[in-house]
């Protein structure tokens, strides 16, 4: 059985600013935990699991329609250093909503600091020798009742 394009899983590898910027609009308003977050120092890499919304899918105009969810697993290579700001590791799966990506460059174009930022206040901050950020689904998409709501200040 063939299945629709708008049925295909999302790989997409990001090495320059923009593609940072594409690959942080289809990871918007992800949820993931601290357990599902993992530094390897003797590979630079820093990886993380998470369930996003699957907004490239969403047929346009169609805003207040059905929007799917996901399990993807997200990537990042030559990583130097991780820290971390408002996160508490704990026991329990306490759930962080992933609000976006953003990249600062360093030196260079493609060397700088890559912030993961999470609502209420918490960040990951990568320091990064090149910029390289892997996204890859990795299970079937199922559809969610809920979505994200943002109160505009």
Known sequence: MT??????????????????????????????????????????????LLD????????????????????AAVRFEHVLQVRRR??????????LELLTLTFTPTAGETSGIIDLVFAGGAAIRLDVAALSCQIEDLGTPVPSRLRPRHRLH
């Open 52 to 71: 996003r919304f699957r907004w490239e899918r969403r047929p346009r105009g169609r805003i207040g329609r059905r929007i799917d969810r996901v399990r």
């Open 86 to 95: 408002g996160l508490v590791e704990t026991a329990g799966p306490a759930v």
């Open 3 to 48: 299945r629709a394009v708008n049925d295909e899983p999302l790989l997409l590898r990001a090495v320059d600013p923009e593609g940072l910027l594409l690959a942080a609009a289809c990871v918007q308003d992800s949820l993931a935990t601290i357990a599902d977050m993992a530094y390897v120092p003797g590979e630079r890499r820093f990886a993380l």
